[in-house]
Nanobody, 126 residues
């Protein structure tokens, strides 16, 4: 059974940085497109970044472009999201997700992310 577990969330001041991690177990990561999504209170879930399973190309939502960086380490079955210059509007629960093996590619954000973590809360506040 494929499981994704996020970590690294917390409280940070505006302008600060956090690094989220997502460890995948139960399957290898290298054949899957992976991504990060977030859901703020009262808002719909938003795709913020993904990385392609074949060529490693990355895609970002306009709201995080230039501030966030996604990466993957297939050897460690881990996905990362480096978040810099955080703003209060980045406050949300952040989820990592993965496609089935040889599933959709990125960009754009895959419509069918079959596996999800339970999320980690990021709060940006002074």
């Amino acid at each position: 059974q494929v499981q994704l577990v996020e970590s690294g969330g917390g409280l940070v001041q505006p302008g600060g940085s956090l690094r989220l991690s997502c460890v995948v177990s139960g399957s290898t990561l290298d054949s899957r497109t992976v991504g990060w999504f977030r859901k703020a209170p009262g808002e719909e879930r938003e795709g913020i970044s993904c990385v392609d399973r074949i060529d490693g190309s990355t895609h970002y939502a306009d709201s995080v472009k230039g501030r966030f960086t996604i990466s993957r380490d297939n050897a460690k079955n881990t996905i990362y999201l480096q978040m810099n210059s955080l703003k209060p509007e980045d406050t949300a629960v952040y989820y990592c997700a993965a496609t089935v093996p040889y599933g959709e590619r990125c960009p754009p954000f895959p419509a069918d992310m079959s596996y999800w973590g339970k999320g980690t809360l990021v709060t940006v506040s002074s």
